[in-house]
């Protein structure tokens, strides 16, 4: 058990949908991460939260929209999402002071 | 612009011989590496790390020699076996900077 839990592990949206993907982290961490991983191109990362705060935003469009109510849990909520957007989405946490990071199993997003 | 470059896509390797994975990276700040291996539906799991202060660290069947002056890392996997064939992926960091940039990652299959 990674002590990473990502749900859904599929999900498939129209563009029009909003959804929201959700990260457990179980591993007494104070940092969270998103990673979008595509095709044949290097884990991208998307937003980095610490303590809950939100710490980086690296040029990610509007229609992904982070949310971490406390230093367990983070959301991804996506709306109006394009075909490119489809892609692994994975959460990652970390103790601050530490460089290693943990990975959830992601969740598989499919925009048709 | 890749900062990490994972220049071999696969490796295939007989069981029982070493494995050698490379990494090249070009941002003379980062002073911390780490290998993350993936199989797939799963999450990336941290495999070995190795700070710029040292120049190996080893763990088991697993090494990471690092060479500064080139900019240039690689995981040994001596001997290797079949549950080693997986995706494998470089990542680097810098002090007091929580983001990893990762490479595109190697996929090693280990033939029997």
């Known amino acids: 058990e990674t002590g990473v839990t990502q749900t859904p592990r599929h999900l498939v949206m129209g563009m029009t949908n909003k959804k929201s993907l959700k990260c457990e982290q179980h591993?007494?961490?104070?940092?969270m991460y998103w990673y979008k991983q595509s095709a044949k191109k290097p884990l991208e990362l998307m937003f980095v939260?610490?303590?809950?705060?939100?710490?980086e935003n690296n040029s990610v469009p509007s229609r992904f929209s982070p949310e971490c109510p406390n230093s367990s849990h983070l959301f991804l909520h996506l709306h109006t999402l394009q075909p490119e957007d489809s892609a692994l989405y994975l959460c990652?946490?970390?103790?601050?002071?530490?460089?290693?990071?943990?990975f959830g199993p992601g969740t598989r997003l499919t925009v048709t | 612009d890749q900062q990490v470059k994972q220049n071999s896509p696969s490796l295939s390797v007989q069981e029982g011989r070493i494995s050698i994975l490379n990494c090249d990276y070009t941002?003379?700040?980062?002073?911390?590496f780490l290998w993350y291996k993936k199989y797939p539906a799963e999450g990336p799991t941290f495999l070995i790390s190795?700070?710029?202060?040292?120049d190996k660290n080893e763990d088991g069947r697993f090494t990471v020699f690092l060479n500064k002056s080139a900019k240039h890392l690689s995981l040994h996997i001596v001997p290797s076996q079949p549950g080693d064939s997986a995706v494998y992926f470089c990542?680097?960091?810098?002090?007091?900077?929580?983001?990893?940039?990762f490479g595109t990652g190697t996929r090693l299959t280990i033939i029997p």
């Open positions: 939260y610490n303590f809950k705060e939100q710490t």
């Open positions: 591993l007494g961490h104070n940092a």
């Open positions: 990652a946490s970390s103790r601050r002071e530490d460089y290693e990071q943990y």
């Open positions: 190795i700070s710029s202060i040292k």
């Open positions: 941002n003379s700040m980062f002073d911390y």
């Open positions: 990542a680097a960091s810098n002090f007091g900077n929580e983001k990893l940039t």
